[in-house]
């Protein structure tokens, strides 16, 4: 098979045999209410940019009021939230897409005015340096607070509340679920060795230190099973201080974990901040990675294929994943999803911010045709500008 075919070759994914191998990457767009209802615009948006036998993940679904970090953010764990949801999975269903959900908890990556007052939670008290960005239609900031050090009660209700959006997702029409597993957002904050300080079974060793993400996972499993079940995990991601001493380690174990349990993917970011950088997404200075993030329409096949190999790269937990599909993300354009896909590196590759400006992404990249350049100014505003096609 040529790399021109390769990413338009079927692909077994758990329940549904998937057409083509490009997915619309989860994307935070902030065009829902303030209570958490998806705009109906929502429905346009996705069915546009689906295809038949296409997998789709939504964007972050919070489960929970105290997991909501940001405005105008949807959320799935009210009976008015479904509903509003049911239209948006039936026109994507009409065009043939699979639709996944991603679940959300942002944890500590929160300030009072998005939770009702309250701290946010983690694996931790100690609160985020700086201000909290609010992105949206404001732009405005707030100053982190010292969050609340999850107790074991609290533990144990937030793996309910995941299992129950799952329930709810599947209620609303999706396919599946995704597990919003980095970023430092909630679980990721019990990953990390240098965020989570804890002394009691969440906390200290490795096994530890896993135990929450994991329960929450293997919750929602027990409700709609490992064949709608994923998760995304970002291993090299430098992001609300998610800076494990052992990444590799670290995520070696969790990939581990993961691949036992047989879930329909893990999704997982390619390096596109340097692992030994100390700025985050959020800041504005970010160090890229050659090949592995930014926009790479004009970088050298070459200089792609050099960075894709050693322990700082998807091959790490690849050979992992045996049995497990592995969708990857971070900065692809057509050439290099390609060849990753082509390498055996992943079976999968997201796309997000090409498809804001790009509905019909999928074909372009399949026909080889130009891309529109995307409009960060319109990614997190409200209205049509930027947003549907």
Known sequence: ??????????????????????????????????????????????????????????????????????????????????????????????????????????GRVTVPSQTGGLPGLASTDTP?????????????????????????????????????????????????????????????????NNINDRTDEYGGSLENRLRFPLEVVDAVVSEIGHQRTAIRIAPFHVLQQ??????????????????????????????????????????????????????CAALPLKEAKDVSVGEFSLWTFRRILKETPLIGAGGYCGDTARDAIAEGRIDLVAFGRYFTSNADLADRILEQKPLKKYDRKTFYTPGVEGYLE
């Open 1 to 106: 098979m040529t790399l021109e075919d390769i990413l338009q070759s079927p692909f077994d994914l758990s329940l549904n045999r998937l057409s083509h191998r490009i997915v619309l990457a989860p994307m935070t767009r902030m065009r829902a209410s303030e209570y958490g209802i998806p705009n109906a615009t929502a429905a346009q948006y996705y069915a546009q940019r689906a295809t038949p036998n296409g997998l789709m993940i939504s964007e972050g679904v919070v489960v929970h009021p105290r997991g909501k970090g940001f405005p105008n953010t949807p959320g799935i764990w009210t009976h008015e939230q479904i509903e509003a949801w049911k239209p948006i999975t039936s026109a994507v269903k009409a065009r043939g897409g699979v639709f996944f959900a991603q679940l959300w908890h942002v």
């Open 128 to 192: 985020l340096p700086g201000n909290h960005l609010l992105f949206g239609e404001e732009d405005g900031e707030e100053p982190y607070v010292r969050g609340e050090a999850m107790s074991r009660e609290d533990i144990a209700s937030v793996v309910s509340e995941f299992a129950q959006a799952a329930k709810n997702a599947i209620k609303a029409g999706f396919d599946g679920i995704e597990i919003h597993g980095g970023n430092g957002y909630l679980l990721d904050t019990f990953v990390h």
């Open 242 to 295: 998610t800076l494990d001493s052992n990444r590799i380690e670290t995520f070696s174990k969790y990939t581990e974990e993961l691949e036992k349990r047989h879930l329909a993917y893990v999704h997982m970011v390619e390096p596109r901040y340097d692992q030994l950088s100390t700025e985050g997404a959020f800041s504005g200075k970010i160090k890229r990675v050659p090949g592995a993030g930014g926009d």
